[in-house]
């Protein structure tokens, strides 16, 4: 079964690079099967992580809160298990 492991912050207004950099640098303890950072309007920063692992998986690892004062709001998190591959 593939997880796939969603994290999205929104930066401080100016400080989406900032955010992108750090979130590129963090290192997982474990490889995923898949690493995947994207960036958007608003200065968000999202990366989807892909997991040989079962659903409800509690030790997938995730990236951690950025600092204080570098994002707007608590990072969102969501879990997702494959249903289908095209």
Do not use: K, N
Request: charged share 30%; aromatic share 8%; net charge negative.
């Amino acid at each position: 079964m593939t997880v796939a492991v969603m994290w999205e912050a929104r930066a401080v207004p100016g400080r989406g690079e900032e955010l992108l950099a750090w979130a590129r640098a963090q290192e997982l303890p474990v490889a995923p099967v898949r690493r995947e950072t994207f960036r958007a309007p608003q200065d968000r920063v999202l990366v989807i992580t892909w997991w040989d692992a079962e659903p409800g998986a509690e030790d997938l690892p995730e990236l951690p809160e950025p600092a204080e004062g570098t994002v707007t709001r608590a990072v969102h998190r969501w879990r997702f298990e494959s249903v289908d591959v095209v």
